[in-house]
């Protein structure tokens, strides 16, 4: 009898675990995990394109890529594609929010894009656009710097990139608030902030200062 006991115990206990198993066989198996989303955001102006994938903003021409934000101090979030004039040619620029900063890029500057005309990826870093007015704003050279008289802005280039004692002369003015000093292979794009809100870039125009482009901050 206590042998039958012990086989009929294993022959249960076989049975409970078997039956578990086979009811797990047949329940459907667990839904996948949700793919993890990456942000994206496309922006147009003229003939170029900005495009962020993940926290990486690139810009693009008809012929491709001319240039992408590089590194944790300088990929973020895409606020805006803006386009200056550099004399005849046109200058995309983006404004990238990173760690509260709007930082601006370009792609490299003639001058520093010598030998490397095949180089899609390096930008150059154009300066901010500031989150509230300011009473002066200076270049990370100090060859140029902007600074608020009254109700208008003033905007100043070094009589000397050599030599910065031999002081400033002012370039342009125009009415508003200070909000940023851009640079484009040394020519300063004054950020200001208008009288019903918008924010401008203004550049030394031939026939005087003038408003290229309003930037969207929202």
């Known amino acids: 009898m206590k042998k039958g006991t012990t086989m009929l115990t294993?022959?249960?206990?076989?049975?409970?675990?078997?039956l578990p198993a086979a009811s797990a066989a047949t329940e459907p198996a667990p839904a996948a995990a949700p793919a993890k989303t990456v942000a994206t955001k496309l922006l147009t102006d003229g003939a170029f394109a900005a495009l962020q994938v993940g926290n990486k903003v690139s810009v693009h021409d008809e012929k491709g890529q001319l240039f992408q934000t590089n590194g944790k101090f300088h990929n973020g979030t895409l606020k805006?594609?803006?386009?200056?004039?550099?004399?005849?040619?046109?200058?995309p620029m983006v404004v990238v929010q990173n760690k509260g900063?709007?930082?601006?890029?370009?792609?490299?500057?003639?001058?520093?894009?010598?030998?490397?005309?095949?180089n899609n990826f390096e930008e150059y870093f154009c300066g901010r656009i500031l989150t509230k007015a300011a009473n002066k704003y200076v270049t990370r050279t100090g060859h140029h710097f902007a600074q608020q008289v009254g109700g208008k802005v003033e905007v100043y280039t070094a009589n000397d990139f050599g030599d910065l004692k031999k002081g400033h002369h002012k370039s342009f003015e125009v009415t508003g608030k200070l909000r940023g000093l851009l640079l484009f292979d040394c020519c300063p794009y004054a950020?200001?902030?208008?009288?019903?809100?918008?924010?401008?870039?203004?550049?030394?125009?031939?026939?005087?200062?003038?408003?290229?482009t309003t930037v969207n901050l929202s």
Do not use: C, R
């Not at 792609?107 to 894009?113: H, I, K």
């Open 10 to 18: 294993a022959l249960l206990l076989a049975s409970a675990i078997a």
């Open 101 to 118: 900063e709007l930082l601006v890029f370009s792609d490299l500057w003639p001058e520093f894009a010598k030998g490397k005309e095949n």
């Open 191 to 212: 950020v200001i902030e208008n009288a019903d809100g918008t924010v401008g870039i203004y550049h030394a125009a031939e026939n005087g200062p003038a408003q290229i």
């Open 80 to 91: 805006d594609l803006i386009v200056v004039e550099y004399g005849p040619m046109p200058v």
